[in-house]
Nanobody
């Protein structure tokens, strides 16, 4: 009954902001959580990951300084604040569960949500 549900996606103009949410159920949120994105014709790409306590994060170079990952374990929710959005950020965004944030390799994540669409366009 493990479930991860993403929300908060939508259409935004370049330079705008969105906040994505990843809500977990069926398990205690004592896991590291990563965000990934996949654009048409491209491989799934790791974006950031946050440790179980929130004390450690791991960001892809392409989003450093623009995106911020955070978590509220009391609400079983992980957030992705996305600022200064660019057209190349357009993708379906997924959250996923792992044990540690040492890697942004999708193969090391063992549960996935269904994704939420983010489109950055003028």
């Amino acid at each position: 009954q493990l479930q991860l549900v993403e929300s908060g996606g939508g259409l935004v103009q370049p330079g705008g902001s969105l906040r994505l949410s990843c809500a977990a159920s069926g398990f205690a949120l004592d896991y590291a959580i990563g965000w990934f994105r996949q654009a048409p014709g491209k491989e799934r790409e790791g974006v950031p990951c946050i440790s179980r306590s929130g004390g450690s994060t791991n960001y892809a170079d392409s989003v450093k300084g623009r995106f911020t990952i955070s978590r509220d374990n009391a609400k079983s929710t992980v957030y992705l604040q996305m600022n200064s959005l660019k057209p190349e950020d357009t993708a379906v965004y997924y959250c996923a569960r792992t044990y540690y944030c040492g890697s942004l390799n999708p193969g090391e994540y063992n549960a996935w949500g269904q994704g939420t669409q983010v489109t950055v366009s003028s």
